[in-house]
């Protein structure tokens, strides 16, 4: 979904947020330098691979019953996604308990990194997909924050998580950074699963620098899994 290159691979790299997915594990077998960062790695990675899992196997049967609304060239069919989703969070748990120096607890719009960390930072699945619940504010801040630490950003998907519209403020956002330097671009992606998900905007500070924004309030916590926690807390006695 991100286009990377063996270079890219090379490099040092921010995924965030990094959730309970292999990438950092996987990107490092290729020599890359990468770091994964999510709010949700203070649960310790165990716990979150739980979640997730638990996460795909309440999801299958919405995916079986919607397998027409998605594409499934990458993904084969809903068992597929099911069983990588699965094998993703069982390396993802493995490797944190083993390098946890990778996986670090933060969150958009701050991150305890230097200016400049990173080569290139990869977003997925927060700004844009969450954008009915995550206002302008927060995405400006979230992406100062994310050109702060990083030579390049690269964004998927840029429609909503529940629809195949665009995010209504990302021709705003462009602009916003084009008045401080930043140039941005729309980049055709060869994956395909969320319909309507076929581009990644790519951000390159060059010589900018986005201004930190103020405000920026994350309207509620929008990782997917919450609501299985409160359905047993429901339940609980």
Do not use: I, N
């Amino acid at each position: 979904m991100f286009g990377l290159s063996d270079a890219d691979l090379r490099s040092r790299v921010l995924d965030c947020p990094g959730g309970a997915a292999s990438f950092t594990a996987e990107a490092a077998g290729h020599g890359c330098r990468a770091v994964a960062a999510d709010p949700e790695y203070a649960r310790g990675p165990g716990r979150l691979a739980d979640l997730v899992l638990a996460e795909t196997g309440h999801k299958h049967a919405a995916l079986v019953e919607r397998a027409a609304d998605f594409e499934w060239s990458w993904l084969g069919g809903p068992g597929d996604h099911r069983l990588l989703r699965s094998r993703a969070a069982r390396r993802f748990a493995a490797d944190a308990a083993r390098r946890p120096g990778r996986y670090v607890a933060a969150a958009l719009p701050h991150l305890p990194f230097r200016d400049g960390a990173f080569d290139l930072a990869l977003s997925s699945h927060l700004l844009f997909s969450y954008g009915a619940r995550l206002d302008e504010d927060f995405h400006r801040a979230a992406l100062a924050e994310l050109v702060r630490v990083s030579r390049q950003v690269r964004l998927y998907p840029l429609v909503s998580h529940t629809e195949d519209v665009p995010y209504p403020g990302l021709d705003r956002l462009r602009a916003w950074a084009a008045r401080h330097g930043v140039a941005s671009r729309l980049v055709p992606v060869d994956y395909r699963f969320q319909r309507g998900a076929h581009k990644m905007l790519v951000l390159d500070r060059g010589a900018g620098r986005l201004p930190a924004a103020r405000g920026g309030a994350h309207a509620g916590d929008p990782v997917r899994w919450r609501h299985l926690e409160q359905a047993r807390d429901e339940r609980s006695p």
